[in-house]
């Protein structure tokens, strides 16, 4: 019999998996099969420019069929549970899959339903998410409406899918508003769990202070406990207010609720795996890559990019009876989209956070870390053809998949208050 | 990294005041650690702080405010009445573990 290599979502990290793996793996040892509840493969990164009209729906999406090679089958199916003790999996429809190897690469999703109140009368009239390509549209309209008030940026909780956008969406919406000669009428506020504009000492002064330097409001440490609906409220566990006329949310992010019912996953239905190997801890024949695990670096499509690398070489040396030699480090790149044409980006690991300095890439030469540039912004929007043409079909990108200290400056230990 | 002396004796702490190696704790340095960020310990306290040190001792991170909440069973609400403006922070720091960095 064939061996069956299965792979739960066909997002950025499935396709990539797929794509590099049917052309190593033996077509006749080995059989492999994706599994997706739809056929709209999203480029999530655009969702971020929906609301300010950059891009159109059909510049977002692609059929996730078109992006598999041939060689490999797709399912369409709701994934009903993983059964580790058996191998198999079972689809909604009552279908059940077996496998030898298993991927998870089911993602995270925003989950509007999990706040009390946030998806109440006001959803999508008042209050709104751009982490949906419903959400970011209802967004672009209510946008063209708004002409003054308090427009109210807010993260939930942490981690969430790419944790710079938040951050963009301020920054673009910032210059938005001073285009059409509205932003002496808004007052623009973001609102954070965290001590500060990011995770990181260093990115967080520098993303701080272009929040400052923008007249932008910053409301740290608020733990969103309920979003008081009458008087368009957010009420924080320690019962700070911050009132809106415009809320743009990130919902809590979890991962998708079959691994929960699995027993596979943690509190946020994320699979604990190696951190540098993604294997599970539950079951050696089964990974988590992309956003459902619990590794503990940003969710990200970069970490998926690199962490898949580093996956496909060591899964092959696994199913060759070798240990798997390969390491991921956590490595993470992200341009931050800053408004007016410009761009930042950052490139960390596990152990090193964002620094300032140059990122070396070959052929377009240095790019400008943790400082706004026009190449940057550039940058960002050359990607979108990357990712369709380049990433998810699993050609080599000459990106190394671990971070290097070349071009960065080493950080001033930091004093900080409890 | 450097070293302070606390309960009477030298502790191992990082930059921002954080145990670097667990096993140096003790529920009696807990104590001297809430002090010395203006909490006095009830039982509720030790509920959260007792958890979290199990919860260490088998995943090897400090848990989230989530975690506590919902595998630990104590309301995120109260653990900001227990523990003042930055629960998660202040609770690994009385329970002599590594800041939690679910938070990336």
Known sequence: ?418 | MSVITLDGRPIQVDEEGFLTDPSEWDEDLGKALATAIGITLTDEHWNAIRFLRTDFAEQGETATLRRVSTRGGIPVKKLFALFPQKPAKKMAYVSGLPKPHGCV
């Open chain 1, 1 to 418: 019999m064939k061996r069956q290599l299965l792979v739960l979502g066909a997002g950025t990290a499935g396709t990539m998996i797929v794509n590099k793996l049917r052309r190593k793996l033996d077509a006749t040892e080995w059989d492999i099969t994706v599994v997706d509840r739809d056929d709209a493969h999203p480029y999530q990164p655009g969702y971020l420019f929906l609301p300010f009209g950059t891009y159109s729906a059909d510049q977002i999406h692609r059929s996730r069929r078109s992006l598999l090679p041939t060689g490999v089958d797709f399912v369409v199916g709701e994934v009903d549970r993983v059964d580790g003790a058996t191998d198999t999996v079972t689809l909604t429809d009552g279908q059940t899959l077996r496998y030898d190897y298993l991927v998870i690469a089911s993602g995270t999703s925003p989950r509007p339903d999990q706040t009390h109140g946030m998806l109440g009368a006001e959803w999508r009239r008042s209050i709104f998410d751009f982490y949906t390509f419903e959400g970011a549209q209802a967004l672009a309209a209510a946008l063209q409406d708004f002409d003054h008030g308090r427009l109210v940026v807010h993260i939930t909780e942490m981690p969430i899918k790419c944790p710079v956008a938040p951050l963009e969406f301020t920054f673009l919406a910032e210059a938005w508003l001073r285009e059409k000669g509205l932003r002496d009428r808004v007052e623009l506020v973001y609102v954070t769990p965290l001590p500060g504009a990011f995770t990181k000492p260093v990115a967080s002064e520098h993303l701080g202070s272009m929040l400052e330097e923008r007249k932008i409001l910053v409301e740290s440490d608020f733990l969103v406990e309920r979003i008081d609906v009458e008087r368009k409220v957010l009420v924080s566990y320690d019962e700070r207010e911050v009132p809106f006329d415009l809320l743009v949310t990130v919902p809590l992010n979890m991962g998708a609720d079959f691994v929960e019912r699995s027993g596979l996953g943690d509190e946020l239905n994320y699979v604990p795996v190696d951190q540098h190997t993604l294997q599970s801890k539950a079951f050696t024949n089964i990974f988590a890559v992309g956003d459902s695990s619990d590794i503990p670096t940003s969710k990200a499509g970069s970490v998926a990019h690199f962490s898949v690398e580093i996956f496909v070489d060591n899964f092959l040396q696994l199913v060759a009876g070798e240990p798997m030699t390969g390491s991921f480090d956590g490595h993470a790149n992200c341009f931050i989209e800053s408004g007016d044409g410009k761009g930042l980006l950052i490139d960390f690991n596990y152990d090193t956070e964002p620094l300032t300095g140059t990122y070396p890439l070959p052929v377009a030469g240095p790019m400008a870390l943790l400082k706004e540039t026009r190449r940057n912004h550039l940058g960002k929007l050359a990607f979108r053809w990357i990712y369709w043409n380049v990433l998810l079909p699993g050609r080599p990108l000459p990106l190394p998949a671990h971070m290097s200290m070349i071009g960065k400056k080493a950080a001033a230990t930091h004093q900080k208050e409890m």
